[in-house]
């Protein structure tokens, strides 16, 4: 009776050695971003660091990226925790054919009576497209495509990417995404891969007040966002870049939505690593740092 009991305190007693020699030859990498910096995965607004420096008065100067209903109280804020949201091929294909039947109509004249005319926004229709997803939220059981396994390699990020280092604003296929400052076009793409960005566009932004270069990704959008943009386009705050894109052309994301995140350094091309191993999390917050320093507080 004894013996066991000895045995399984001795195995406790290993494990917690092992556990914090493991912690602490982590904590001398030669990182200088130290895990316990770092504020717990999906913090507040403004828990995070002000990697521009954008104050609320800049904030004040952003144009909004899409116009979200107005008389909605809040938008709400989904869990992206559980579910995978990539759409089946069938899905995709009936996408395809659907755009090429109503896309002109739909995305040209009922979407921007939706989401544009100041008077329909204010009218109470139901929708369950509209919604917000969370910067640094472990999403393991949503990127399970091969995009984000440890072998595909972006900018330097590897293993196995979950950690949302974007926001997802989501909205109906066609809405107006719109420019939130000046800034030229640093990159635009189609990064065609199953769970990636579909249709990108990279913009170098020029902060209005304090003249800080930031480079802002539109990932998921329609194809009308690659036409007439190359490297050096200038861009307007609030031109409209693009609209919001359908499964056959977003990545295969069943729920339109437009991710957005902000890097302090040039990427290479039209993509920046979306989600970020636990592992690379400290690094990743020091060049991403959190959208809502330029959305504001949705959430
Ligand atoms: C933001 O402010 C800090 C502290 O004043 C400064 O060290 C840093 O260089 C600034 N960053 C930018 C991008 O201006
Ligand atoms: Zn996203």
């Known amino acids: 009776m004894i013996l066991p009991r000895d045995a399984s305190l001795f195995c406790l007693f290993l494990t917690l050695i092992t556990t914090s020699c493991t912690f602490a030859s982590n904590q001398d990498a030669n990182n200088p971003h130290q895990d316990d910096l770092l504020p717990p995965l999906e913090s507040d607004f403004k828990s995070y660091p002000n990697l521009a420096n954008i104050t609320d008065e800049e904030r004040a100067l952003f144009h909004p990226i899409l116009k979200f209903p107005t008389h909605f109280k809040k938008i709400p804020v989904l869990d992206c925790t559980q579910a995978t949201g990539l759409a089946t091929e069938s899905q995709r294909k009936r996408s395809k054919i659907r755009d090429k039947l109503f896309g ?163 990427p290479m091309t039209h993509d920046m690593p979306g989600a970020c191993s636990v592992q690379d999390r400290p690094i990743a917050l020091s060049e991403y740092f959190d959208p809502r320093y330029v959305l504001g507080q949705i959430y």
């Open 104 to 266: 002109l109509v739909w995305r040209n004249v009922i979407v921007n009576l939706i989401t544009d005319s100041e008077v329909v926004r204010k009218v109470p229709w139901k929708s369950s497209k509209w919604g917000f997803g969370k910067y640094d939220e472990d999403r393991r059981a949503m990127y399970t495509s091969s995009v984000f396994d440890a072998e595909n390699v972006v900018d330097g990020y590897s293993g196995a990417r979950t950690v949302h280092l974007g926001i997802d604003l989501g909205a109906p296929v066609g809405t107006k995404v719109y420019a939130f400052a000046d800034g030229v076009v640093h990159s635009v793409g189609y990064n065609e891969g199953h769970g990636d960005y579909g249709f990108v566009v990279v913009i170098e932004h020029t902060l209005p007040l304090s003249s800080t270069k930031i480079w802002a990704l539109y990932g998921h959008m329609d194809r009308a966002t690659s036409r007439n943009k190359s490297p050096g386009t200038p861009i307007q705050k609030g031109q409209v870049i693009g609209g919001i894109g359908d499964c056959h052309e977003n990545g295969g994301w069943s729920a339109p939505h437009c991710h957005f995140q902000v890097s302090m350094r040039p």
